[in-house]
């Protein structure tokens, strides 16, 4: 009798290590398709990603790049207002002529520095 339920539990043994390797082989091949398309995918995704980074850096560069010509051109228009600044001052500064009044003065300045 012992024989018999030794031998019954070793069939049961090999049936569960059959079901079991049946089951790994059936799940192998059911997601081994599901896994390598969700890795293409993965693949693809850091892919765009990269280039969206690159994409993003050039922006980055373009936009220092716009900056510093913007900064160069703030700069000379300051200068040049301080330019124009110290000649309206000389103009201002000069004698206006006896028996003018201020507005044809003026006038008359503005009219001698557009001839020059």
Known sequence: M????????AAAAVAVVLSMAA?????????APRLELAEGKVENLGEQV???????EALREAEKTRKAEADRRVAAAAEKAREDERA?????????????????????????????
């Open 2 to 9: 012992l024989e018999k339920l030794g031998a019954k539990i």
């Open 23 to 31: 089951g790994a082989w059936l799940a192998a091949q059911w997601y």
């Open 50 to 56: 990269r280039e969206q980074n690159r994409a993003i």
């Open 88 to 116: 309206a001052q000389v103009l201002l500064s000069e004698q206006r002529p006896a028996g003018m009044d201020a507005c044809t003065a003026a006038s008359a300045l503005i009219t001698k520095e557009l001839r020059k």
